[in-house]
């Protein structure tokens, strides 16, 4: 049965317009990730301008979002399915601690966005190459600013490597992908598209517990509520935080008492450092290095020590030596014809940040770029095709069939699929770099309309 507090909050909504709520603009904010803890297949930042825009002006083929703080013209018709949806919800928020008052406060008005589901079915676009994909990650114009804003904040930065010891160009790097360094806007209200996304049942329970570690935010503080904007999908601030990110991983480096990742640039930088060693960053080790790989090495191989790939022939292209201690993967991100990598541990680790190994050796090259070094010079592939998500779905499918153990079906292929990807190009008779191709698709019969 419906409780007396929820029945007279729906008959408000259905017969009252929605009114502008009282805080004035919301701060400047930033435009994904997926952010953090992202939900699966979570868009990359170089393909969301076309799921969300990110300047002062609407697209001709997405309005500009309704904003907490807006005059409605029209009575809000809640949809029956969402009251049911909240009414269905308020036992579980309240029980992780949601007051009424704060439940109530955040749904006022609020019906599903009806320009959210949509979005959800639009494919990412994984098939740009990858050294597209990394020259407009890491433009000319980016790497300047990053620059500027290392010797603006030189003193927060120091202070954040003393105590997390995560590398500053790479934080600068994450905040200049994420948000470019705050200046990009985030123009959708974080509740209402929780909740469009939550009472769809839409990658369950992942958007409900999203939605619930939202009204938790609001309730500490930390953020008004006219001012709680975001991603379509409710990644929020500068850092891109989805709201459970933001409860385990933000930090108040100013000490004011609030998580600001919103304005305050300090707490920004080092909630991305804690995010990192939260997630198992190792203090000191470098994320990844471009190699020459010798002749005739056997690329099946794909892991070792530091010492084993110098005894192979493996030496870091600009001519540095490999670190004494630690253990690196052998990684080649468009094949054997194009550049190689050795990655690391804290490779890996960027890639919790955003389930991508180009966004994570993108970040890394950036990262490298801003601190005076030169780009990568090897030549990327001209014909270089990455698959599409849905081929690399099908993919994984398809070498879940043939035995080899697969943790996800959102087409992200970690280092062991990698590794499985080897085995099936040895049978294939085809070069065992780890990169899955057309060609592959082609062996293991896999079809995608």
Partial sequence: MTSRPFALMLLAALLVPVVAQAQGTPASKAAVSPSVQRPPAQIAPAQRQAAQPTTSQPTPSQPTPSQPGTQSTAPAQVPLAFSAFLQELWPDARAKGVTRATFDM???????????????QRQPEFGQS????????????????????AAEHAATLDAIEKRYGVDR???????????????????????????????????????????????????????????????????????????????????????DGRRDIWTSVPDVLASIANYFVNNGWKAGLSQSFEVAVPA????????????????????????SPLPKQG?????????????????????????????????????????????????????WPTDDRQLSMAERIALQKKLSELGYPVRNF????????????RDVQVKAGQVPDGNPTPALLSYAGVAVK
């Fill in 410 to 421: 959102t087409g992200h292929f970690d280092f062991d699929l990698r590794d499985a990807v």
């Fill in 296 to 319: 005739g090495l056997d690329l099946r191989q794909s892991r070792g020590s530091f010492d084993d790939w110098r005894l192979l022939g493996v030496h870091r292209i600009d001519g």
């Fill in 130 to 149: 990858v050294g597209n994909y990394i020259a407009s990650f890491a433009s000319k114009s980016r790497i300047e600013t990053g620059m500027r804003k």
């Fill in 106 to 120: 955040a749904f006022a008005g609020i019906t599903p966005d009806p320009r959210i589901m949509p979005i959800t």
């Fill in 327 to 379: 253990d690196a993967i052998l990684f080649f991100p468009s094949g054997a014809r194009g550049p190689a990598f050795l990655v690391t541990e804290n490779f890996v680790v960027i890639k919790r940040y955003n389930n991508s190994d180009v966004y994570a050796l993108a970040a890394t090259h950036l990262a490298d770029r801003m601190r005076g070094r030169g780009p990568i010079q090897g030549q």
């Fill in 169 to 255: 160009y790479l934080i600068l790097a994450i905040w200049g992908v994420e948000t470019n360094f705050g200046g990009s806007r985030d123009r959708w209200d974080v509740i209402r598209s929780l909740a469009t996304l939550a009472s769809a049942r839409w990658r369950h329970p992942f958007f409900r517990d999203e939605l619930i570690a939202a009204l938790l935010i609001l309730q500490e503080g930390h953020i008004g509520r006219d001012a709680m904007l975001g991603s379509w999908a409710g990644a929020m601030g500068q850092p891109q935080f989805m709201p459970s990110s933001f409860m385990k991983h933000a930090v108040d480096f100013t000490g």
